[in-house]
């Protein structure tokens, strides 16, 4: 059985799966206590994460989602986009996203109903303390996407 909860307490003891997200902690650190942690359970085992934050009361941000690599590419990345967005989302709301350019992920976002919104140059080189490769890119700007 899959369910979706928030976890309030305790929120590290799911660093392995949000490491998939962001793979470095200090980087999770900076929004994981201010952020609403939800966890998907496939027979009460964490298969799926996201964190996501208020920005503002019409902006929020989804900072991390992960998928367990024995559930990956089987629909639970959307799922848990779609239980965040019916959770946050609604007339007025927007959802940020941001990542980098690695093509699966650039149209994951884009099959999730989300459209470009903007860059931010050089945030992966300045921000960790290596280089992040994702399907052979080595990133360097963040790129954002927007659902509305």
């Known amino acids: 059985m899959r369910t979706i909860r928030k976890v309030e307490q305790e929120k590290k003891r799911f660093l392995p799966l949000l490491l998939l997200g962001d793979e470095q902690e200090d980087m999770i650190d900076r929004y994981l206590e201010r952020g609403t942690l939800y966890v998907m359970e496939i027979d009460r085992a964490a298969a799926a994460v996201a964190v996501v934050t208020r920005e503002t009361p019409e902006v929020y941000e989804l900072k991390n989602i992960a998928v367990a690599p024995k559930f990956q590419r089987t629909g639970l990345g959307r799922a848990m986009i779609a239980h965040v967005w ?4 609604g007339e007025g709301k927007s959802l940020l996203a941001g990542t980098g350019e690695a093509p699966r992920t650039m149209a994951f976002y884009e099959n999730c109903g989300f459209a470009l919104s903007h860059r931010v140059e050089n945030f992966f080189t300045e921000h960790y303390d290596h280089p992040i490769v994702e399907e ?6 963040m790129v954002y996407w927007v659902k509305r």
């Open 86 to 89: 019916a959770d946050c989302g």
């Open 136 to 141: 052979g890119v080595t990133l360097r700007d």
